[in-house]
């Protein structure tokens, strides 16, 4: 596949900075491998402003595709060192000819974005790949730091403003999110061999985590843990809820309604009764539209927290690897071109016309 809207620029245009384009062929590609991925990300992500949607989209395809080739990697394969020569091609603004690289690419040069965030997201596979486990909870942390909470970083920073504390509290919620999906593909992560509840906590319980992944089954003590890691990911949610305030009026929405959607399964899978081994916890569409709107509301009254919380320990060397980086003069103020309101209306047709869609497929083929 050739990409001319990336890389066939004429050799005098070749010093002017290029632009992540929402129409490119390899945008539109990523909105694709998006659109079939997470889809709580991609529902939040459309009340973000489109230069941050953009940059969002190229964010999430090259990370999506990043987990599959780590996860489907053959015995012979070495997706970790493939990635890394990725990223290097990437950062010297020659990358592979792949559209979430080229897309990757415009983004790196566009936000200047911190490669050792990426590292460190390639780093949580290298983990999954080498079958790390984990003891305790700040094992835990350490873990969702790398696989999540880099990517709430490079989101805060892509979105701004580039500061310690914004920065650190991204990277909470990112962890966050990590332990609640975590909380709730118990059974799932069992199925494939993978275990992510702290083993200590396990063993207080009175379960041999050895013998438990041998034989999963659901019992009170697995409970037990379950709801201990949704506390804490509960308490990190609240930890980070102030740094919304700090992001530009534009983007804030956005998070919120990802913060509270993220942390609605993990209050769905307690309603449910913590039995995250038989079944697969998901919010229905309904739920998440009533959030999306309650966020919007939500996200006028949130302040900046007087006292500064101090860091989860385990995202401290993310954010300091941010610091002596600062923002490229030059770069281009941005604002809203859609109130928030025709946001929210905009994302209750598309939801309807969907369902819509769903409803004459299955007709057709009941006639078929």
């Keep these: 596949m050739s990409y001319p809207e990336l890389v066939s620029a004429p050799p005098e245009a070749a010093h002017v900075p290029q632009t992540l384009n929402f129409d490119s062929q390899d945008l539109q590609a990523c909105v694709a491998m998006m659109q079939g991925g997470s889809k709580t990300f991609f529902a939040a992500s459309r009340l973000l402003p489109p230069r941050v949607r953009t940059a969002a989209i190229a964010l999430y395809a090259f990370c999506r595709v990043a987990d599959d080739l780590v996860d489907e990697a053959g015995a012979e394969d070495a997706p970790l060192a493939l990635l890394q020569t990725r990223l290097d091609a990437t950062y010297a603004n020659t990358p592979h000819d792949h559209v979430e690289d080229h897309a990757l690419s415009l983004l790196v040069q566009q936000y200047k974005l911190p490669r050792h965030l990426l590292d460190a997201l390639i780093e949580g596979f290298a983990w999954d790949a080498g079958g790390r486990t984990y003891d305790s909870i700040e094992d835990l942390h350490a873990y969702g730091a790398r696989v999540a909470g880099s990517v709430g970083a490079m989101m805060s920073w892509i979105m701004g403003p580039q500061s310690t504390d914004t920065l650190a509290r991204a990277c909470e919620l990112g962890v966050a ?151 490229q003069p030059g770069s281009v103020a941005y604002f809203p071109n859609r109130a928030m309101p025709q946001r929210v209306a905009w994302m209750l047709d598309l939801f309807e016309r969907r369902e819509t869609e769903r409803l004459d497929r299955n007709a057709l083929r009941q006639t078929a």
């Design 177 to 327: 999110m990590q332990l609640t999906n975590i909380a709730r593909d118990v059974g799932h992560d069992a199925s494939i061999g993978r275990l992510y509840l702290p083993r200590q906590w396990l063993e207080e319980a009175g379960v041999n985590p050895e013998a438990w992944l041998a034989c999963p089954t659901f019992t009170p003590a697995i409970a037990l843990v379950v709801s201990r890691l949704l506390d804490e990911a509960d308490r990190l949610y609240k930890q980070a809820h102030s740094g919304i305030a700090a992001l530009p009026p534009d983007c804030r929405a956005a998070i919120c309604a990802a913060s509270m959607i993220y942390a609605e399964i993990g209050h769905q899978l307690r309603r449910e009764g913590l039995d995250s081994v038989n079944k697969r916890t998901v919010v229905s569409t309904t739920r998440k539209l009533m959030l999306l709107a309650s966020a919007w509301t939500q996200v006028h009254w949130i302040r900046v927290s007087e006292h500064i919380p101090t860091p989860l320990p385990a995202i401290v060397g993310l954010v300091q690897g941010c610091q002596a980086i600062t923002q």
